[in-house]
């Protein structure tokens, strides 16, 4: 059966006039609609799902406290102040900001961790000196956040990350003030602002 | 001359494998992907390093756009909560005298979702809920003189107490600041300390404190 001929031709039997040959039917099936289907899930499913489940990040604010005296004081050793404005710019200074800002630096949001890590390392290493518990020498550390009204919440976001990067354990987001606003201000036009 | 004869080749092609990869993909996506749920508004998250999966329980999810606009979504797991929901709103029906119906109010229940001005709800609620998206609204207002958030958070507290709610935050990009300080204020403004921001996974970068914390296995702990 297998080697039967249907070229009709001068091999093999000869066959009757009245004998009609079994037309040999193909086994193969057009794949094409299949494909097509295929592909229209494909595009359905991609289209209608997300790949990956967003992920959540806690943060903790802490209370109001109108009480001066209860307020927490910050170390001017261990302090670190980053402020961030328009067009992804970001500045810092450590302490307490200088009457005529020679502090006040400016930096982009992948200098900023060598500046934080630099500045836990400096608090660290005070804190050796203090006599502090080995498991808390970062203790003086405080890093303040202040975005002002051009940052977007990216620039918040990120920074907030980046205390989690650094297991920066205090830190505070807290409203800028107007001699830090005319700080950026004074620093953009100087063109400092890159 | 010789006549070349070319073979008539069959331009068939075999689409067999064609339609294994075809469904091969399919089958990925199948499995590695979760239907999107429908959003009032587009929301690009920022990224952060946490390593928490955000899970699906009941929250009061506030949602801001890179516009600002801020949106109130009551998400309850359980049909059994339609009452809350139902007593949600009539709460705020009643403090803001908004003068609603009780038609109207059940609406809340199916969209759940609150995004304008209180003193537009009335227009909104009129309107069938399947309407509600082609509506262009304006947000909650959350500026220091007009924090309506701070009201209908003050609601929720009153409504929801004794149930484990979380607030979640989704805030896109591009907002600015002062649109995420808002919505704080408004939670702090009724004693909500602790939330969790919804944002796209991102790796630890190598060699800080947190990859070393990690490494040790410890941050997981730390942080759960």
Redesign the interface.
């Known amino acids: 059966m297998a080697s039967m001929d249907t070229s009709g031709g001068d091999s093999g039997h000869k066959k009757g006039p009245g004998v009609k040959k079994a037309k040999k039917l193909s086994t193969?099936v057009?794949?094409?609609p299949?494909?097509d289907l295929?592909?229209l899930?494909?595009t359905f499913?991609?289209f209608?799902?997300?790949?990956?489940?967003?992920?959540?990040?806690?943060?903790?604010?802490?209370?109001?406290e109108k009480d001066p005296e209860k307020q927490t004081e910050v170390k001017q050793s261990g302090a670190l102040t980053i402020l961030?404005a328009k067009d992804n710019n970001l500045y810092y200074y450590e302490g307490q900001m200088e009457g005529d800002g020679s502090n006040f630096k400016s930096s982009t949001y992948k200098e900023i961790?060598d500046v934080i890590?630099k500045k836990?390392t400096d608090v660290m290493q005070l804190g050796r000196g203090l006599g502090y518990h080995p498991d808390s020498l970062d203790r003086d550390l405080v890093v303040v956040i202040k975005?002002?009204?051009?940052?977007?919440?990216?620039?918040?976001?990120?920074i907030?990350?980046e205390m989690?990067?650094?297991?920066i354990q205090r830190f505070a987001?807290i409203?800028i003030t107007d001699t830090e606003n005319q700080a950026i201000a004074l620093t953009e036009q100087k063109g400092g602002g890159k | 001359m010789p006549s070349v004869k070319i073979p008539r080749k069959s331009t068939?092609t075999?689409?067999?494998p064609?339609?294994d990869v075809?469904?091969l993909?399919?089958a990925f996506?199948?499995l590695?992907?979760?239907?999107?749920p429908p959003e009032p508004l587009t929301i690009t998250?920022?990224?952060?390093?946490?390593?928490?999966?955000?899970?699906e329980q009941d929250a009061l999810l506030i949602q801001?756009d890179s516009s600002g606009k801020v949106y109130l979504t009551v998400n309850l797991q359980k049909k059994e909560d339609n009452a809350l929901r139902l007593d949600f709103i009539q709460r705020v029906n009643n403090e803001a005298k908004l003068g609603l119906s009780e038609g109207e109010l059940q609406k809340f229940v199916t969209s759940s979702t609150i995004g304008s001005p209180l003193n537009e709800l009335k227009g909104i609620f009129a309107r069938p809920v399947g309407e509600w998206e082609k509506i262009k609204q304006k947000g909650i207002p959350v500026d220091t003189a007009n924090n309506e958030l701070q009201r209908w958070l003050a609601a929720s507290i009153q409504t929801f107490q004794g149930k484990k709610m979380d607030v979640?935050?989704k805030?896109?990009?591009?907002?600015?600041?002062?649109?995420?300080?808002g919505v704080?204020e408004a939670?702090?403004a009724n004693?909500i300390?602790?939330?969790?921001?919804?944002?796209?996974?991102?790796g630890?970068?190598p060699g800080?404190?947190?990859?070393k914390?990690r490494q040790s296995g410890k941050g997981m702990q730390a942080?759960s």
């Open positions: 193969r057009d794949m094409t299949m494909v295929g592909f899930l494909i499913f991609i209608t799902t997300t790949m990956s489940t967003p992920n959540t990040t806690r943060l903790i604010m802490p209370k109001d961030m961790r890590q836990k975005p002002n009204s051009d940052a977007t919440y990216k620039n918040t976001v990120d907030l990350d989690a990067i650094n297991n987001l409203d | 068939d075999d689409m067999t064609f339609v075809a469904f993909i399919l996506f199948m590695a992907t979760k239907f999107k998250t920022p990224t952060s390093v946490s390593s928490s999966k955000l899970k801001f979640m935050i805030g896109d990009n591009n907002a600015k600041y002062p649109s995420f300080k704080i939670l702090r004693e300390f602790k939330y969790k921001l919804i944002t796209d996974p991102k630890v970068p800080t404190d947190l990859y914390l942080e």
